[in-house]
């Protein structure tokens, strides 16, 4: 006895081999074997090189699933009318778009954030995961032709009207500033500590062999002037480098006669015209240092 039944799809033969497959075949009405990898079923889904796939109902994306399950999950997610990841996103974005987040709950996730990552055993093993031959860059080197590419892509993005206007506005807003405001209240640096960061910056400057970290060229040629009228050789950052003295860099200094000379622009001054507090607290210490002749001269431009 021959259990023969026609495909719904295309019509053709379908040949089974005993009766209790034929039974079964008739009771789920499927496809044959070349319309059920080319076409979808019935329910949904459809079966391909041993993968099952679905539509995403809002885009129409084909969405593939692997695995032991992948039939019935496909099926469930269809009957579910579930969208494909990029949808979903989508969805999530708009029902988040202006909510905002209240202090405690953002508190709480970077707790669980902390609590998850920032512990030795996590970054042991991420170590080891990302260091060493584990490390999909270990061994590559990027050709000269990549590095200029990565560069004028960054500057592209950089100077782009559109990124530097998202900038402005994002770190010139009333709420930034109140925020960085309440970050650093109440927070203050050490004597020792800010002594400590300017020491830093002087021996970075030594090291890659700069004069100083910023000059004005003007300023040395009024501080050349005072000197050849006065009497005095001062080094500056056009004549030898500056100097670091407490942790600072002074604008002149002739060692002979023990003498510092700054030059004081715009920014030593405050809005009433009187030095700034840090700038009389700088030469004091200047002075207890050297036990130097201060000399202050005002910027004139010519």
Request: aromatic share 8%.
């Amino acid at each position: 006895m021959n259990f023969v039944r026609k495909c719904k799809t295309c019509g053709g033969d379908i040949f089974h081999k005993n009766e209790r497959s034929f039974k079964y075949a008739i009771k789920t009405n499927g496809n044959c074997k070349k319309c059920a990898k080319s076409k979808a079923s019935p329910n949904g889904v459809w079966e391909k090189n041993e993968l099952w796939y679905r539509n995403c109902p809002s885009c129409k994306k084909e969405i593939e699933y692997i695995g032991k399950y992948a039939k019935n999950i496909s099926i469930n997610c269809h009957n579910k009318l579930l969208n494909c990841e990029d949808c979903s996103n989508i969805e999530i974005s708009k029902k988040l778009t202006g909510r905002k987040i209240p202090d405690e709950v953002k508190k709480k996730i970077s707790n669980t954030l902390i609590e998850k990552f920032n512990t030795p055993k996590y970054k042991e093993k991420f170590k080891i995961q990302n260091g060493g031959q584990n490390n999909s860059m270990y061994g590559k080197i990027h050709t000269e032709e990549s590095k200029k590419k990565m560069s004028d892509n960054t500057k592209l993005a950089i100077q782009s009207d559109d990124v530097k206007e998202k900038f402005y506005k994002s770190h010139q807003s009333k709420e930034f500033k109140e925020k960085i405001s309440k970050i650093h209240k109440g927070k203050t640096q050490s004597e020792e500590s800010r002594r400590k960061m300017r020491e830093a910056i002087v021996r970075r400057v030594k090291k890659y062999g700069i004069h100083s970290r910023s000059f004005n060229p003007k300023a040395c040629e009024i501080i050349d002037d005072y000197g050849k009228t006065n009497g005095y050789n001062f080094q500056h950052a056009l004549n030898g480098g500056e100097i670091s003295c407490a942790g600072y860099m002074v604008d002149g200094y002739d060692k002979e006669k023990n003498v510092v000379i700054e030059i004081d622009e715009k920014q030593h001054f405050d809005f009433d015209g009187n030095l700034k507090e840090k700038d009389v607290k700088r030469q004091k210490e200047i002075e207890n240092e050297l036990k130097c002749k201060f000399i202050r001269l005002p910027f004139i431009k010519s």
